[in-house]
T-cell receptor, first 118, second 112 residues
């Protein structure tokens, strides 16, 4: 089945130690998103890629960066994790807002990576 | 700015009964999409139902239906014949320019 895969599902890192979260998709979607979701809160968009074009949200800290080496993969890098960065990180994809496409605005979510910072 | 408001942090429903979750939103756009997403405990977010703003007819997906009132900017979700598997956090969301704006969520408990 086509899907969005996130690895690892659980990640523990130390305060200040760089960490990378991975997302891959078999949907061949143009757009890939990274969200941060803290306990009992709504997901907060960090940034997204439309193909190779990177779109950063204005309030995303510089500590968070992303790479998309190809259509299938997207990475979230946290350069120096703080205790406040502990959260669930969700990756999502969509085919983008192209008229006539099947369900162009629907976002498909991965299972998330729960990050713990010690 | 687009905002999505869910005024019910928690709701409960008896199994087999019907429950309605509320959502209001604010936008200056005339054409947009609205969604309800479900996030079960420790499981991934899945789409429950979508509504295109230009369609007057309310969307329906099996036991899930919406009451879309465009003028009032209201988009409620009705779950009929509630099942234990419906227990989850439900998020209302608005999309513009490929970006989803979520409400704060409603936690639904289903009582056996």
């Amino acid at each position: 089945d086509a899907m969005v895969i996130q690895n690892p599902r659980y990640q523990v890192t130390q305060f200040g130690k760089p960490v990378t979260l991975s997302c891959s998709q078999t949907l061949n979607h143009n757009v890939m998103y990274w969200y941060q979701q803290k306990s009992s809160q709504a997901p907060k968009l960090l940034f997204h890629y439309y193909d190779k074009d990177f779109n950063n949200e204005a309030d995303t800290p510089d500590n968070f960066q992303s790479r998309r080496p190809n259509t299938s993969f997207c990475f979230l890098d946290i350069r120096s994790p703080g205790l406040g960065d502990a959260a669930m990180y969700l990756c999502a994809t969509s085919s983008g807002g192209t008229a006539g496409g099947p369900r162009p605005y629907e976002q498909y979510f991965g299972p998330g990576t729960r990050l713990t910072v010690t | 700015a687009q905002t999505v408001t869910q005024s019910q942090p928690e709701m409960s429903v008896q199994e087999a009964e019907t429950v309605t979750l509320s959502c209001t939103y604010d936008t200056s756009e005339s054409d947009y999409y609205l969604f309800w997403y479900k996030q079960p405990p420790s499981r991934q977010m899945i789409l429950v139902i979508r509504q295109e703003a230009y369609k007057q007819q309310n969307a329906t997906e099996n036991r899930f239906s919406v009451n879309f009132q465009k003028a009032a900017k209201s988009f409620s979700l009705k779950i009929s014949d509630s099942q234990l598997g419906d227990a989850a956090m439900y998020f209302c969301a608005y999309i513009r320019a490929n970006n989803l704006f979520f409400g704060t969520g409603t936690r639904l408990t289903v009582i056996p």
